[in-house]
């Protein structure tokens, strides 16, 4: 009895099924694999590395996948490990960003303690006054003139 090389299994292979299973080979008519799109979008690299073995283990001996697809498999998990990779680096910059933005503001603010600015309040009036200190409030740093805090961005001007 042959063994269909394509993977399309009636029984889930560690809880993928048949039809993930069948879409990551390609086996899947265009209606079923747009089904299992949503499913394929949570496979990993194990997933994957884990179809490619099966795939192996039960190929057909007297007709076996052929190199160029196997390559082809092969440069596709490649691909995806990379884009993980580059996923993860990603976020780390953000990150990374993000914290070196915040640092900015407050260091800044911390800078115009003593400075005599001009800032606009909430109704639209420009306020002179002396910066006396520098709070925090949700994340941003905001400056207090005559005894009221304003968020840096309504810095208008500097004396």
Known sequence: MAVNPTLSLSAPVNGLSSAQTA???GTTSSS???ASQTGMNS?????FMQLLVTQLQNQD???PVDNTQ???????????EEMTQVAQTDAQVLSAV??????????????????????QDASGNQ?????SSVTMNQGTPQIVVNGTSY???????MA
Request: hydrophobic share 45%; glycine share 6%.
């Open 70 to 80: 196997m390559l082809a498999q092969l440069a596709q998990f490649s691909a995806l």
């Open 127 to 131: 306020v002179q006054g002396t910066v």
């Open 98 to 119: 993000q914290n070196l933005e915040s640092e900015m503001s407050l260091l800044m603010a911390h800078s115009l303690i003593g400075a005599s600015v001009t800032v």
């Open 43 to 47: 496979l990993n690299e194990n997933d």
């Open 32 to 34: 079923s694999a747009s």
């Open 151 to 157: 968020p840096l961005t309504q810095v208008v001007g």
């Open 61 to 63: 001996p007297l007709n």
């Open 23 to 25: 879409a990551q080979s």
